[in-house]
């Protein structure tokens, strides 16, 4: 089993910055890949950002469009970098994580992953 925490929302104005970090436990050395996703209320939970733990190679919404980053800090944990903050970033965020030897489809579906965190709130203030 893996486990995965989050940290780091909180409460930001518009424009500003905010860091998430997902630290994974347990099993963490069975992971291949590592994704974001957050859930705005009464909305669907939706794909942000993705990032292979071996190459390093990322994926983004569209709507990040430049504003956001995923980045390894280290074997266990897997950040998201947010910039340039808009109130429709507020949402629940939380991190996935899929399990190795699974098919990868991009990494955009939740239903390819595997373990998820429990989220972290980050509401975008005017």
């Known amino acids: 089993q893996v486990q995965l925490a989050e940290t780091g929302g909180g409460l930001v104005q518009a424009g500003g910055s905010l860091s998430l970090s997902c630290v994974a436990s347990?099993?963490?050395?069975?992971?291949?890949?590592v994704g974001w996703f957050r859930q705005a209320p009464g909305k669907e939970r939706e794909f942000v950002a993705a990032?292979?733990?071996?190459?390093?190679?990322t994926d983004y919404a569209d709507f990040v469009q430049g504003r956001f980053s995923i980045s390894r800090d280290s074997w266990t944990t897997i950040s998201l970098h947010m910039n340039s903050l808009i109130l429709d970033d507020t949402a629940i965020y939380y991190c996935?994580?899929?399990?190795?030897?699974?098919?990868?489809?991009?990494?955009?579906?939740?239903?390819?992953?595997?373990?998820w965190g429990q989220g972290t709130q980050v509401t975008v203030s005017s």
């Open positions: 996935a994580a899929h399990t190795m030897g699974r098919t990868w489809n991009g990494g955009r579906s939740p239903t390819e992953y595997d373990f």
């Open positions: 347990g099993r963490a050395f069975t992971l291949s890949y």
């Open positions: 990032i292979a733990r071996g190459s390093g190679t």
